[in-house]
């Protein structure tokens, strides 16, 4: 018998499940709004000027493709840590903080898991409910145990909080908690600073491990709102993890952007956690790729190319907003017994718009694509689809 003889076939990923049945579909009004990407009024993934730029530049003077040392690009690590932590923040001043290139976010995730798994391996991880789909699968291949935590409230299309916190206090000591930085995937519901407040009193009363994942910078309020909560428990001394991802941001998905910063609690700690955690990457891919690094090394340390960089996030930033007021607007006059105000209130590429998965088969059959719970991007939407799409929802309400 082959060795592979009794391998079961694993389920199919249900978003990528929607691509599937998205191309499959020979309408040519089709419109896929269960995909995770930003796509610009004329629905193309935009290849941003500030890369183009930095990629021109780095042509002028061809690079032997060399290995990187296992933690990344030193130019990249560090603009990243600035860009997280502030440049001015105590945690760099006193060298408490390490950042290491991960394979986009996702693999900042991953390394930030196993390296838990080695040095806490009792503790058991929580992610709120419901998470990213990836979160949990990725913490249990990692070895942990793996409970959610109160987060959505449907009915109020809004966050729990008070389940939130109540589930906070109730976790044990050093239990590895997985906090979305900005921008909820899949909900759009974010916590406000005064909730954040309560979190952080919360987190470090109960002896937990924050893990911050920020996976939307900028998409929110702006960069430095976006990335405020993650200062703001940088400032309690605590032990704490952040991955970043610049697949949005930079809309750079397919060249594994991101990167894992540790906290610890003096430079000496930290220097032990970077040379364990290179550890962790040596015996996993030795070490990440060059081009995407160089690339955004430059963007975020090169003046203009920032600054670049910063208006062409913002114009991300406000297109999506623009789609959530015309889409509440539409929806008003299209469906006037329904609210969906609350569409304007969430943040982010997503929307949890609380079609049923009932609805979201029948918007199906008109050629349009949403995930079952309901979660509709809507960085997806724009201003040829948005009336078919509200025409559409307004009939399956
Ligand atoms: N974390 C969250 C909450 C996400 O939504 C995503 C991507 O959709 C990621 C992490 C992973 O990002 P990347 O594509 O950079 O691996």
Redesign the pocket.
Known sequence: ASLFGAIDMAPRDPILGITEAFNADTNPAKINLGV?VYYDDNGKVPLLQCVQKAEAKLMEQPAPRTYLPIEGLAAYDKAVQELVFGADSAVIQEKRAITVQAL????A?KLGADFLKRFSPNSEVWISDPS?E??RALFESAGFVVNNYTYYDAATHGVNFEGMLAALKDMPQGAIVVL?ACCH?PTGADLSQDQWTQVIDAVIAGGLVPFL?M??QGFGAGIAEDGAVVRRFAEKGIPLLV?N????SFSL?GE???ALSIVATSAEEAARVLSQLKRVIRTNYSNPPTHTAKVVAMVLSTPELRQLWEEELAGMRVRIKEMRNLMVEKLKEKAPGHDFEFVREQVGMFSYSGLTKEQVGKLREQSIYAVDTGRICVAALNSTNLDRVVDAVAKVL
């Open positions: 995770g986009g976010g996702t693999g995730l990213w990836n979160h979305h995937n994942d996976a939307y991955s991802s610049f697949s949005k998905y594994r952007a991101g």
